[in-house]
């Protein structure tokens, strides 16, 4: 880190974060006996659906029947116990009760088919599975079975809701056992497994310590002054770190309560929880938000209650923001970046930003980490206010990704560097603005464009609630800039021709969509990023059919 004395500026993009308070050096079990004795009679954890609540020292004692019932049916410290549904009490209980007992908790996304199961519970050797029953479309317990034909049986397959998890959740917790595992758990062992989306080939099993992710979600919590007087509405999903992390863990090491509004992400259920429950901080990501304030009776529901909140997995329109701090009360909503291999956040937004850093930059490395801009091919750092591929350092860089040392190696260099993938740039009071992934960036006859520069022209347009901007081939420039875009309910089509001329002073005239599709949703993961690549693969599907796709050149 360089800086220049006289100014107290960054003069190179290399950041470190603040070391006070020291990072705490437990286990999930120890912080949650902790959190215990201190907010004994606090609310810990809400569970809307069902109607179910648990005072801190209620949620112990629950967490320890179920870690013994995980134990006597054979789960070890090591073994791993794959979590499988949307979020719910029962969820969150087994992620305690499996750290409890020093099991490694792999995350299963909700939406996985048959194969994506079978991937991985292979890849990670799961030996037991806590599932749902159904959610969606999806028959847990059948594909169960139908992994099980394929791979062997799992030594342990429980339900949640029947006579498999009602037998676990009715043993008596054997004190004696847990505090003597207990004794042989490190804050640096695997406690958690997170496959990343696998936007291409098969996903990675991110492995996090306990240490990882306590302390992420300690300092989160701290950016967002979090107290025991703090209700956080989680309506996004726990097989992620937004979820489990900046959600449960925050909470945990703040005595605040996580409260859980719905299964999967529903606008009036999060509104009618943050309006019944007083919540105090509500998540998501700008797409959640942007199908709350879209509401018809938005007016109806009371957000007084709020305070805070934070945001995070893609960039928020300026206008997106203005509303989440007016009209839904949050202005203390901190922007959050980072990804499942640092677990997950690096860069933090504070809660007194200008409105302008909150929108334009995903804030500054947080607590006992290290950021730093880098040439993406010589590793070497760059000067403030330069395109660089963001890296991160410290306690939050996972340990490895599971049985794979080849990517483990290519993710993480000799000293101890996560590279990203993401470009972006740094200033000199170390605001990062991440301007794209060094994959996403359009090259179109020589030029670089950023797809993030063109989508922030495009939600300026009084028709447009969203957009989303990729690089599709083309002979003559090698590739075009393409505009997928979602409309105002009521608003008249828009031609790629009108959105040209809209863009012509805005933007260089290279920078402008060549192609528009206007469309109701994106394609999205279960946490609400949008997936470019199946957006890519989709519109060359619709170039090649006629009339799918309006071209400005065409017209």
């Given at each position: ?33 902790s959190a215990a004795e201190r907010f004994a009679e606090r609310e810990a954890l809400v569970d809307v659906p069902s109607g179910r609540r648990w005072t801190y020292a209620q949620l112990r004692q629950d967490v320890r029947c179920l870690a013994t019932g995980l ?34 908790l792999v995350n299963i996304n909700p939406s996985y088919r048959q194969h994506e199961l079978n991937y991985v519970l292979e890849q990670s050797g799961i030996s037991a599975v806590v599932a749902s029953d159904t959610f969606r479309t999806q028959d847990y317990p ?414």
């Amino acid at each position: 880190m360089s800086r220049d004395a006289a100014a107290g500026r960054l003069t190179l993009s290399h950041d470190v974060g603040d070391t006070d308070p020291p990072l705490l050096e437990t286990t999930i079990g120890e912080a949650l006996a902790s959190a215990a004795e201190r907010f004994a009679e606090r609310e810990a954890l809400v569970d809307v659906p069902s109607g179910r609540r648990w005072t801190y020292a209620q949620l112990r004692q629950d967490v320890r029947c179920l870690a013994t019932g995980l134990h006597r049916a054979g789960v070890r410290p090591g073994d791993r116990v794959g979590i499988w549904g949307p979020n719910s009490w029962e969820w969150t209980l087994t992620q305690f009760a499996t750290a409890e007992i020093g099991a490694i908790l792999v995350n299963i996304n909700p939406s996985y088919r048959q194969h994506e199961l079978n991937y991985v519970l292979e890849q990670s050797g799961i030996s037991a599975v806590v599932a749902s029953d159904t959610f969606r479309t999806q028959d847990y317990p059948a594909m169960l079975t139908a992994a099980e034909e394929e791979l062997g049986a799992l030594q342990l397959r429980v339900i949640m809701g029947d006579e498999t998890w009602q037998q676990l959740m009715s043993t008596q917790a054997d004190e004696e056992l847990l505090d003597e595992l207990a004794a042989g758990l490190s804050n640096t062992d695997p406690i958690n497994i997170q496959y990343t989306s696998g936007t291409t080939g098969f996903p990675k099993g991110a492995t996090l310590t306990h240490r990882n992710i306590l302390n992420n979600g300690f300092f989160v919590g701290e950016v967002n002054r979090y107290t025991e007087q703090d209700r956080i509405c989680i309506p996004v999903p726990f097989y992620h770190c937004f979820g489990m992390v900046m959600g449960n863990l925050a909470a945990l090491t703040h005595g605040s309560a996580a409260v859980i509004p719905a299964p999967s992400f529903d606008p009036g259920a999060t509104l009618s929880t943050v309006q019944d429950e007083r919540c105090t901080s509500l998540y998501g990501v700008p797409t959640m938000f942007i199908a709350e304030l879209n509401l018809e009776n938005f007016d109806d529901y009371d957000l007084s209650s709020l305070r805070t909140g934070i945001m995070a997995g893609s960039p928020c329109p300026e206008e997106i923001m203005r509303q989440v701090i007016d009209r839904m009360n949050m202005a203390e909503v901190t922007i959050c970046y980072g990804m499942t291999e640092t677990s997950p956040v690096s860069l933090q937004t504070r809660p007194d930003d200008e409105l302008e850093l909150r929108v334009s930059t995903v804030g500054r490395v947080v607590p006992h980490a290290e950021v730093k801009v880098a040439d993406p091919h010589t590793g070497e750092t760059l000067p403030v206010g330069t395109d660089g591929e963001l890296c991160t350092r410290g306690y939050l860089v996972m340990s490895r990704y599971w049985n794979n040392p080849e990517k483990t190696r290519e993710a993480i260099d000799d000293d101890g560097w996560m590279h990203t993938g993401d470009l972006g740039q740094m200033d000199a009071h170390g605001n990062v603005r991440v301007t794209g992934r060094i994959k996403d960036m359009v090259l179109r006859g020589g030029e670089n464009i950023y797809p993030r520069e063109v989508e922030e022209v495009l939600y300026t347009h009084p028709d447009i609630i969203d957009a989303q901007v990729i690089g599709v081939p083309d002979d003559t420039y090698g590739e075009e800039v393409m505009a997928w875009v979602r409309l105002a309910k009521d608003a008249e089509p828009l031609s790629a021709r009108a959105l040209r001329e809209f863009c012509a002073d805005r933007l260089a005239r290279y920078k402008i969509p060549r192609y528009v599709v206007i469309v109701d949703e994106f394609p999205t993961t279960v946490t609400g990023k949008v997936r470019k690549v199946e957006m890519r693969e989709r519109s060359l599907q619709l170039l090649d059919t006629p009339g799918a796709v309006d071209d400005a050149r065409a017209q």
